[in-house]
Structures are given as C-alpha cells and as structure tokens.
C-alpha cells in the first residue's frame, strides 16, 4: 500500500484524496472551502449535499472539528467534488462512510461534468 507522498508522486495532475488522512481542517467550513477555491455557488452545493447525505445542518460558520469522524470524511469528500480540481483521486476514501452514504455520493459523482474521478479502494 502506497503512502499518501507515494500516491502524490504517482498522481501529480490529481487532487489527492486519501481516507486514511482525511484532508480537512478544524476552522469554519467557509475557511475549509477557501483553501480548496470553492466558490460560494458551490458552497451551497456542498452544504446542501452534506445535509440531504448527513440528515443533519450545517452553514458555512459551521466549525469542522466538531464533526465526526464519519462526517469530515463526507464533507472533505463533498468540497473535492465540487472544487474547480478538474481531476480528483480518492484512495480508501469511502472506508468511514456507510454504504448509503456512498451511493449518495456517487449518485455526485456520476453528475459530474468536465471532472476526471477515479475512486481506488
């Protein structure tokens, strides 16, 4: 199993994203997506996917580190699809999401256009 430098190296052109070192902070939510250039249109995608996924609410001044292990694995997950990232990696991405929540995603998924999405477990 690569490390996640390895997978980096491997996959230069890609947002990485592994499961197994969610890449999410603990700021506000707003915070979380400007590092990731998520524009505010597409914040309000990731709010509304998190919230129809999760069942529970949240708002841009939501503070991460006050969600499960579960939910930033769903949330990190949402703000990669929905950054300007035009391909995006997923290692083990789906090991602290249940297999509702999975098919929810990638229900996203499949409604991306002009996006590459590769998803190895």
């Known amino acids: 199993m690569n490390s996640i430098l390895e997978n980096i190296e491997e996959n230069q052109d890609f947002l990485v994203m592994d499961g197994r070192y969610v890449a999410i902070g603990t700021a506000t939510l707003r915070e979380e997506a400007f590092l990731y250039n998520v524009n505010p249109e597409n914040l309000k995608k990731v709010i509304a ?60 998924v499949k409604g991306c256009k002009n996006k590459t999405i590769e998803i190895r477990d």
């Open 49 to 108: 996917s998190f919230q129809k996924i999760a069942k529970i609410s949240i708002n841009e001044f939501t503070c991460i580190r006050k969600l499960s292990g579960g939910q930033k694995a769903l949330l990190s997950t949402l703000i990669a699809i929905y950054s300007p990232a035009p391909k995006i990696l997923f290692f083990n991405f789906f090991d602290a999401i249940d297999q509702e929540k999975k098919s929810q995603i990638l229900e996203i």
